[in-house]
């Protein structure tokens, strides 16, 4: 299973745009790469998902380059309520009941 | 996520008490998952049901069982409470017809072991 490797803490101000760059260097063929938002007390909350190139809805952009052993997400102009903790996840069909969560990139938003 | 309803959403309770925790969905998907998340930690697999007749085991599974009463339903019970058991608990759900395998949460339950 592809564990990733995200800064523990970020900084931003509100207005600004903030990438949290993620590493899967043991990505498998089938794996997504997945991005979950949480807030305190509350269940993460599904922000994007993508398999390769790039990705945009109305929350978020998620770029993927061509080796796939890493992935950006990219959130435009954020404000103080992206304040948040931030998982990236890597998972498939065959190894999706293992997806890790792990601590995550607390972000940080300021005035 | 309201369409994954965790009762309690709050659970103060004994030293070697039996609990239960109760997981409904009007998603209509077959998965459905258990997690514990400690202060600062992120989410630890308890134990996953694929379907209605399937239970398997996660990361973390001692001390705790699991019931998939329905499709739409999967509890999760601590037979004997221990305070090393306080924790946020999370449920959660995916489709098993996308390849991704998103999860949509739960609001937790927060339970306290005296």
């Known amino acids: 299973l592809a564990k990733t490797t995200q800064p523990i803490s970020m900084d931003s101000y509100e207005g600004q745009e903030v990438n949290i760059t993620c590493s899967h260097n043991?990505?498998?063929?089938?794996?997504?790469i997945t991005w979950y938002q949480q807030f305190p007390s509350q269940g993460p909350r599904f922000i994007i998902q993508g398999y390769k190139t790039k990705v945009t809805n109305e929350v978020a952009s998620l770029f993927i380059p061509a080796d796939r052993k890493s992935s950006t997400l990219s959130l435009p102009r954020v404000s103080l309520s992206d304040t948040a903790v931030y998982y990236c996840l890597v998972g498939g069909p065959g190894n999706f009941n293992k997806f890790y969560f792990g601590s995550g990139t607390k972000l940080n938003v300021k005035p | 996520d309201a369409d994954v309803t965790q009762t309690p959403r709050n659970r103060i309770t004994k030293t070697g008490k039996r609990i239960m925790l109760e997981c409904s969905q009007t998603?209509?998907?077959?998965?459905m998952y258990w997690y514990r998340q400690d202060p600062g930690l992120g989410l630890r697999l308890i134990y996953y049901?694929?379907?209605?007749?399937?239970?398997n085991k996660g990361e973390i599974s001692d001390g705790y069982s699991v019931s998939r009463q329905a499709q739409a339903k999967f509890s999760l019970s601590l037979e004997s409470a221990i305070p090393n058991q306080t924790a946020l608990y999370f449920c959660a759900t995916s489709d098993d017809r996308a390849e991704g395998n998103i999860q949509y949460f739960g609001a937790g339950t927060r339970l306290s072991v005296l």
């Open positions: 049901s694929f379907d209605v007749k399937d239970i």
């Open positions: 998603k209509g998907h077959d998965r």
């Open positions: 043991n990505i498998a063929t089938n794996d997504y």
